[in-house]
Each structure stands twice: as C-alpha cells, then as structure tokens.
C-alpha cells in the first residue's frame, strides 16, 4: 500500500471566506463548498477549510509552504491582495517569506 497526500485542511471561523481568497490566490476553483467544509481545488494537493467552533490556542504545528518563480513578486501580489508579511528568512541557497492571510489573522504561510 502506498499513500499519498490528497489534501491539507485548515481548522477556521469562515472556510467560505478563506476559501474564496486561496482560491483567488492560487488561481483555483472551489470544487465542493458543504458550509461547514470548503475544498480549494490546488494542485498538486487540494486545501480543505472547515469550520471549528474553538479559537486556535498555542502556534500552529502545520503551515503549508508554496514555491514561485519570482518570490518577491508573488509576495508582493498576495500583500496586494490583503495577506501580511510576518517575517523573512535566509540560509546560504534558500529564501522564504512567511506571511499571514488577511482572513484568519493566525494562520501563516510560506513562500520560497
């Protein structure tokens, strides 16, 4: 048996409106929207938003992590479109910018 990653879901307050904005984000389609759960249709693994009723409590153990041609322009593009830049990273042969999306305030990302 082999497994492989099909999604990675995001516990939140309003997956209808995280979903709407990774999907704008990523250039993808939601492809099933139950209310409570909304899939983003990304390849190669979908992003699944599901409505929790708690706050989240303590540092995320999970972030998903995005790569780009051109990290600065595709930073610059998600700060345009309402994400907030956290912090930037270097080691010899790699950069990262972990931002924050504009809907759960809590949840961060990376682009490398």
């Known amino acids: 048996m082999t497994l492989s990653a099909a999604m990675i879901t995001v ?3 309003e997956p ?13 389609e939601i492809v ?11 390849e190669p ?6 409505r ?8 995320n153990r999970v ?9 600065p322009d595709e930073v610059d593009r998600l700060v ?4 907030t830049v956290v912090s930037e ?8 910018t972990v931002l924050r999306d504009p809907n759960t305030r809590d949840y961060q990302f990376c682009a490398a």
């Not at 209808?16 to 904005?21: C, D, K, S």
């Not at 693994?45 to 599901?50: K, Y």
């Not at 009723?53 to 303590?58: A, I, K, S, T, V």
């Open 11 to 13: 516990d939140c307050a």
């Open 16 to 28: 209808q409106e995280l979903a709407r904005w990774w999907a704008a984000a990523l250039d993808a």
């Open 32 to 42: 099933q929207d139950f209310g409570e759960f909304v899939a983003v249709g990304a």
């Open 45 to 50: 693994v979908t992003l699944g938003f599901q």
């Open 52 to 59: 929790v009723p708690e706050d989240r409590q303590g540092k």
């Open 63 to 71: 972030h998903v992590d995005f790569a780009s041609q051109s990290r």
């Open 80 to 83: 345009g479109m309402g994400a």
């Open 89 to 96: 990273h270097s080691v010899p042969g790699l950069a990262w």
